[in-house]
């Protein structure tokens, strides 16, 4: 497993985090890159500012690759980001998946096997 934070959130920070996400949308509809994006939001706090251009970056190629089926390649290219990014982004967000299915597996199977057995 790699070293990943993961951000539980304040009732502030969540709405700051979802007018920020509506704003980085809108950005991207206007032309924007993704990195232009995220840089008109206006957020004072840089570890909050960080974890949400992280979260939309993961948002974005999920919507993208995953639900649209453009290849990562293309990801890439539409929101101007290098592609070594979106693939370490992309493998990140796998990970978190699993580490999410595995907690939600252990909680709903307490006394299940856990791993190969």
Do not use: W
């Amino acid at each position: 497993m790699g070293d990943f934070k993961y951000k539980d959130y304040t009732p502030e920070e969540s709405r700051i985090y979802d007018e920020a996400m509506v704003k980085i949308r809108e950005g991207m509809k206007n032309g924007l890159s993704f990195s232009e994006a995220c840089s008109a939001i206006n957020i004072q706090d840089p570890e909050l500012k960080h974890f949400i251009e992280e979260d939309a970056l993961k948002v974005m190629i999920a919507e993208m690759h995953y639900q649209k089926g453009i290849p990562l390649p293309q990801v890439s290219d539409t929101l101007k980001i290098p592609l070594k990014k979106i693939n370490a982004a992309n493998m990140e967000m796998l990970e978190d998946v699993g580490t999410t299915a595995a907690a939600i597996y252990r909680e709903s199977n307490p006394d299940g096997p856990i791993g190969n057995a």
